[in-house]
């Protein structure tokens, strides 16, 4: 049985999805100890029991030490089913973090994988839905993912409620070498939920005056609902780099739209490829795809690193990084 220990470089919860989705592809049984140990609560918070709750399901795993704050668990699968599932995370666990674990097993799935899945679609310390639909799926379609993700509703923190659809079809992956933008097309989504109009219309206006005044157009769409939680966001993007906010109670609309607005800025000045985020979660998807991938960041952050750490854990692949450069080079 493969030991990884969770407390290695970043030591958060993407150890966990990327091992256990790891173990789904390889067969390989995997014990996790030291779970997120440097949190201020280690071990599994409810999104993480989730998680593997939700890979056990769809793998006919056998797992011990599935529990709330548990900081080991073993997880032997048995390879992961198609058809149809209903996963509820509870509250505002996100969605997008629930993807990352399954989507890389999802590629040698037996039959198509049709997902409903409720949580939060637009939480802190998480991608937001719109950067998984718009940046993050259009890069790993690039080198043959076949997925469709659809937001039904959003949701946010505390109460959740989102519900987001996904439809993915096992597939091979293509290794890609990633560039930056040829143009500059900035879109974006800003969103509310239960509040005034104003509120989307701000965030909106205040990301577009920040990239006007550094040269750039965008078109911003707004959206407005009354779901069953109150939140707000935004999501910009730009090919492959994208930069999301969300709003809190207290924290101005304005400044939502330009700290998205910002952080894509800084993204698009850098000349890289892929943003720091993109950099992070491309990692399984270069190492399983046939043939060399390369991208370029801003920087590698420690969550970069960490996973590539995890992922030559489990399979037979070496990266080589040269500054803000990173090429999946060969087999080992």
């Not at 997902?115 to 379609?141: E, H, K």
């Not at 206006?205 to 939140?231: M, R």
């Not at 491309?282 to 420690?302: C, D, H, Q, W």
Request: hydrophobic share 40%.
């Amino acid at each position: 049985m493969l030991e990884i220990d969770g407390s290695h470089g970043e030591g958060g919860g993407q150890i966990l999805r990327t091992a256990v989705a790891l173990a789904t592809l390889t067969g390989k049984s995997v014990k996790i100890k030291n779970i997120r140990a440097s949190r201020s609560k280690p071990g599994l918070a409810p999104q993480h029991l989730e998680a593997v709750r939700c890979m056990s399901s769809l793998t006919d795993a056998e797992v011990s030490g599935l529990a709330l704050r548990s900081t080991e668990i073993t997880f032997a699968p048995r390879g992961i089913k198609g058809g149809e599932h209903e996963i509820d995370i509870g509250t505002a666990g996100s969605i997008p973090l629930l993807l990352e674990c399954i989507m890389p097993a999802a590629t040698r799935a037996e039959d198509v994988l049709s997902l409903n899945i409720r949580g939060g679609t637009d939480v802190r310390w998480a991608p937001s839905i719109d950067y998984v639909r718009y940046v993050f799926l259009p890069a790993i379609a690039k080198m043959g993912y076949n997925a469709e993700i659809e937001v039904v509703r959003r949701g946010y923190y505390p109460r959740g409620g989102g519900l987001v659809r996904a439809v993915i079809h096992p597939s091979g992956l293509k290794g890609v070498e990633f560039t930056p933008p040829e143009e500059i097309t900035i879109k974006g989504i800003s969103h509310s939920s239960r509040l005034p109009e104003h509120v989307a219309l701000r965030q909106a206006a205040s990301a577009k005056q920040i990239l006007s005044d550094a040269g750039y157009d965008a078109s911003i769409s707004i959206e407005t609902n009354n779901y069953e939680s109150t939140g707000s966001g935004i999501t910009l993007w730009c090919d492959n780099i994208g930069g999301c906010a969300i709003g809190e109670r207290g924290k101005p609309a304005e400044e939502v739209g330009r700290e998205a607005a910002e952080f894509l800025l800084g993204e698009l000045n850098s000349g890289a490829s892929v943003d720091v985020h993109l950099a992070d979660q491309l990692i399984p998807y270069m190492a399983l795809a046939k043939g060399e991938s390369g991208i370029t960041a801003r920087e590698f952050t420690v969550h970069t690193k960490t996973n590539i750490w995890v992922v030559e854990q489990f399979l037979d692949v070496e990266f080589d990084a040269h500054e803000n450069e990173l090429v999946k080079i060969a087999k080992r």
